[in-house]
């Protein structure tokens, strides 16, 4: 802010042109401290302007730098940790994904509608999906509810969605830096990250991950 003081006062008020009169000058003096004040203003706005933009590149670089600390980031291999099954008594643990097809690792509220409205659209694709196993999982939503989720996309009917749990020690959450649901953390056949998709994803967005070369 100080740099921009310094600008704006290396303007003068008021100037005087030699060999003009007296209206003459005062015309002359009228216009140069109109273009003096727009001056001003501009170097003002373009200051404004400069620290909006180095204050958002530093929000960014900010971000990246906590984003970039996440475990999943440090430790791509797919971590273990246990889900909570639907029979509220036996407990999966992650460790046991098998390698040899993609998996996908799915976050989500039973009680959330744009969770509800994410697993619309991936259901409707499911068949294309083939070659994905899906672990689903809640964090903190009863059991009943995640039986009813369950149940109302008929998921038993896919044998590629092996897992509907819980996530009882909300492991997940830390472990990805979850900021909304539903969160999608795809892993390739050999269990090392391919993408973590943050509130969204589709069925082509799944599909293009797991084919490319």
């Known amino acids: 802010m100080e740099t921009a003081k310094n600008m ?3 303007f003068p008020s008021k100037i005087t042109i030699p060999g003009a009169t007296g209206g003459g000058n ?7 401290i109109l273009l003096s004040k727009i001056m001003r203003n501009l ?20 971000a990246r730098r906590i984003k970039d600390s996440l475990p999943y980031m440090k430790y791509p291999e797919l971590p273990a940790f246990n889900i909570r099954l639907q029979d509220s008594v036996n407990v999966f643990n992650t460790f046991n994904i098998p390698k040899g097809r993609p998996a996908l690792l799915v976050l989500f509220d039973p009680d959330c509608k744009h ?9 409707r694709g499911i068949d294309s999906l083939s070659n994905i196993d899906m672990y689903w999982l809640t964090f903190n939503a009863s ?18 969605i092996k897992v509907l749990g819980r996530d009882y020690e909300m492991f997940f959450i830390d472990y990805y830096g979850v900021n909304s649901f539903p969160d999608f953390a ?4 050999n269990k090392k990250i391919i993408h973590l998709f943050e509130g969204r994803v589709t069925v082509n967005d799944l599909h293009e991950y797991t084919h490319k070369k």
């Open 26 to 32: 005062r015309i002359f003096s009228l216009l140069y």
């Open 115 to 123: 969770c509800h409205d994410v697993t619309v659209e991936l259901m």
């Open 8 to 10: 704006l006062s290396a």
């Open 43 to 62: 170097v003002f706005i373009l200051f404004i302007l400069c620290a909006c933009s180095f204050g958002a590149q530093g929000q960014d670089r900010k």
């Open 143 to 160: 059991m009943t509810k995640t039986r009813e989720f369950y149940k109302e996309f008929k998921m038993e009917q896919y044998p590629n």
């Open 186 to 189: 795809l892993y390739d056949e």
